[in-house]
């Protein structure tokens, strides 16, 4: 007998148009597989639904009949059927309050919840992940959002022909109007009051590589950040990149003692930022790093403010927040922000904040769902890495034990509650249901 297996419809907000199995993918497993699949209904969606049902698919609103759900974002709690096996991004391993109903609601109805941001392997390393994307699309969006600021300063840049991600057919054509300005600054130059434009990248994982993958489209030169102090408005070079390790972000609060980066990521009550020596030369920063409240932050609320009262604003004109954890490592970044209204402006002077690109302070974008704007190619990548362990996901057994579930080690890893219980991994998470 054929198991049923479910792919829902995302419903979090408009821009969310991705989907964990793609067409393509569901055509191999109804070949090789005692498979078949149902698939929510979703104009919108970026594969359409004649594209799933030319691959076999059924297109049912309802999906009470299968056994495992794939989905993206967060499920609705009244959505939520007892006894399904469920896979989506469940933001709850940080004990988020928000979502604490939901993790009680699939508790209470013996729910199995696997999270794919614990897919991860030997080395702790994530295996599914949408995070290459997320950086592609920030950066885009902080180009955007840059070309908007320099020009309300009265600053004409080739950054200004550079739209938001999602109003691309596909990351292919943002990349193609990136390269397009990065000829026009190889031509025309950068404003000498603007130099050196400088862009900043917090970490060096796939998020931060996505972001990358997009700036090398611009002429620039790669600095290490002990060069940055030295930087001149010189005019053979346009643009400078520098990449922050966490060995340049933060040092031990003991002088005595050297840096180890396993040291920091076990102990980091042991360290404090070093950060602030680099922001006054930076023009941009891109933030694309794991952060919560026991590491030290990137930029707090009264560096700014500090600067601001003395008469000396720092030159930054951009921060694109791709990590968007809301007064997090970028303390400023109060609220995440969507795609149609991505950008907002914070008053270090007033700790306020603006909507939009104009007025005094510092501009950020925080959209909190950026592969969402090039949602076809973020599927197809996610897909492909799910890809060999869906087999395992579909055909297992849950009327099992948690300790018997005939599961790869790395799915079994990401296993959050199974049969009412939180799994021993995941057992801390009881302290923040009791108080949410």
């Given at each position: 007998m054929?198991k049923?297996?479910g792919?829902?419809r995302?419903d979090?907000?408009i821009?969310?148009?991705?989907?964990?199995?793609?067409?393509?993918?569901?055509i191999?497993?109804?070949?090789?597989l005692?498979?078949?699949f149902y698939?929510?209904?979703y104009?919108?969606?970026a594969?359409?639904?004649?594209e799933?049902?030319?691959?076999?698919?059924?297109i049912e609103?309802d999906?009470?009949p299968?056994?495992?759900?794939f989905?993206i974002?967060?499920?609705?709690?009244?959505?939520?059927?007892?006894?399904?096996?469920?896979?989506?991004?469940?933001h709850?391993?940080?004990?988020?309050?928000y979502?604490?109903?939901?993790?009680?609601?699939?508790l209470?109805?013996?729910s199995?919840l696997i999270?794919y941001?614990?897919?991860?392997?030997?080395?702790?390393?994530?295996l599914?992940?949408?995070?290459?994307?997320a950086?592609?699309a920030?950066?885009v969006?902080?180009?955007?959002a840059?070309?908007?600021?320099?020009?309300?300063?009265?600053?004409?840049?080739?950054?200004t022909?550079i739209r938001?991600?999602?109003?691309y057919?596909d990351?292919?054509?943002?990349?193609?109007?990136?390269?397009?300005a990065?000829?026009?600054?190889?031509?025309q130059?950068i404003?000498?009051?603007?130099?050196?434009?400088?862009?900043?990248?917090s970490?060096?994982g796939?998020?931060?590589?996505?972001?990358?993958e997009?700036?090398?489209l611009?002429p620039?030169q790669?600095v290490?950040?002990?060069e940055l102090?030295?930087?001149t408005p010189?005019?053979?070079?346009?643009?400078h990149?520098?990449?922050?390790a966490?060995?340049?972000?933060?040092?031990?609060?003991?002088?005595?003692q050297?840096?180890d980066?396993?040291?920091?990521?076990?102990?980091?009550?042991g360290?404090h930022?070093?950060?602030?020596?680099h922001?006054?030369?930076?023009s941009?920063?891109?933030?694309?790093?794991?952060?919560?409240?026991?590491?030290?932050?990137?930029l707090?609320?009264?560096?700014?403010?500090e600067r601001?009262?003395?008469?000396?604003?720092?030159?930054m004109?951009?921060?694109?927040?791709?990590?968007?954890?809301?007064?997090?490592?970028?303390?400023?970044?109060?609220?995440?922000?969507?795609?149609?209204?991505?950008?907002f402006?914070?008053?270090?002077?007033?700790d306020?904040?603006?909507?939009?690109?104009?007025?005094?302070?510092?501009?950020?974008?925080?959209?909190?769902?950026l592969?969402?704007e090039?949602?076809?190619?973020?599927?197809?990548?996610?897909?492909?890495?799910?890809?060999?362990?869906?087999?395992?996901?579909?055909?297992?057994?849950?009327?099992?034990?948690?300790?018997?579930l005939?599961?790869?080690?790395e799915?079994?890893?990401?296993v959050i509650?199974?049969?009412?219980q939180l799994?021993?991994?995941?057992s801390?998470?009881?302290?923040?249901?009791?108080?949410?």
């Amino acid at each position: 007998m054929k198991k049923i297996i479910g792919i829902r419809r995302e419903d979090k907000n408009i821009w969310e148009r991705r989907a964990a199995i793609i067409p393509e993918q569901i055509i191999k497993f109804r070949e090789e597989l005692p498979l078949e699949f149902y698939c929510q209904p979703y104009p919108t969606r970026a594969f359409s639904d004649q594209e799933y049902e030319r691959a076999g698919a059924r297109i049912e609103e309802d999906l009470t009949p299968c056994s495992v759900i794939f989905g993206i974002k967060e499920i609705p709690i009244p959505l939520l059927h007892p006894g399904k096996t469920y896979l989506y991004f469940s933001h709850t391993i940080k004990g988020q309050k928000y979502n604490m109903p939901m993790l009680r609601h699939l508790l209470e109805s013996r729910s199995t919840l696997i999270d794919y941001e614990l897919i991860k392997d030997a080395r702790g390393r994530r295996l599914v992940f949408f995070g290459r994307f997320a950086g592609m699309a920030g950066m885009v969006d902080t180009l955007h959002a840059l070309g908007l600021r320099l020009r309300s300063q009265g600053f004409e840049t080739p950054f200004t022909g550079i739209r938001m991600a999602y109003e691309y057919r596909d990351i292919a054509e943002a990349k193609a109007a990136v390269e397009t300005a990065g000829r026009r600054i190889a031509e025309q130059g950068i404003p000498e009051p603007l130099r050196p434009l400088v862009i900043g990248f917090s970490g060096y994982g796939h998020v931060s590589k996505g972001a990358q993958e997009v700036f090398d489209l611009l002429p620039h030169q790669e600095v290490e950040p002990q060069e940055l102090a030295g930087l001149t408005p010189r005019r053979d070079t346009i643009l400078h990149k520098v990449v922050f390790a966490e060995r340049d972000m933060v040092k031990p609060v003991d002088p005595a003692q050297a840096f180890d980066l396993n040291d920091y990521f076990e102990h980091p009550e042991g360290y404090h930022s070093q950060f602030e020596a680099h922001l006054p030369h930076l023009s941009v920063l891109v933030n694309g790093i794991y952060w919560d409240k026991r590491y030290p932050r990137l930029l707090t609320k009264r560096y700014l403010k500090e600067r601001w009262s003395e008469g000396r604003p720092i030159k930054m004109q951009v921060i694109g927040d791709i990590s968007c954890d809301i007064n997090g490592s970028i303390e400023c970044t109060e609220k995440a922000t969507e795609s149609d209204n991505p950008i907002f402006v914070y008053h270090p002077g007033t700790d306020t904040i603006r909507d939009g690109h104009e007025g005094e302070g510092v501009v950020i974008m925080a959209v909190d769902n950026l592969p969402a704007e090039i949602p076809r190619d973020a599927s197809q990548a996610f897909s492909q890495s799910l890809h060999p362990f869906v087999p395992a996901i579909c055909l297992a057994d849950y009327s099992q034990p948690f300790g018997q579930l005939n599961l790869p080690t790395e799915i079994k890893n990401a296993v959050i509650c199974h049969q009412g219980q939180l799994t021993p991994s995941y057992s801390y998470l009881e302290e923040h249901l009791n108080k949410a």
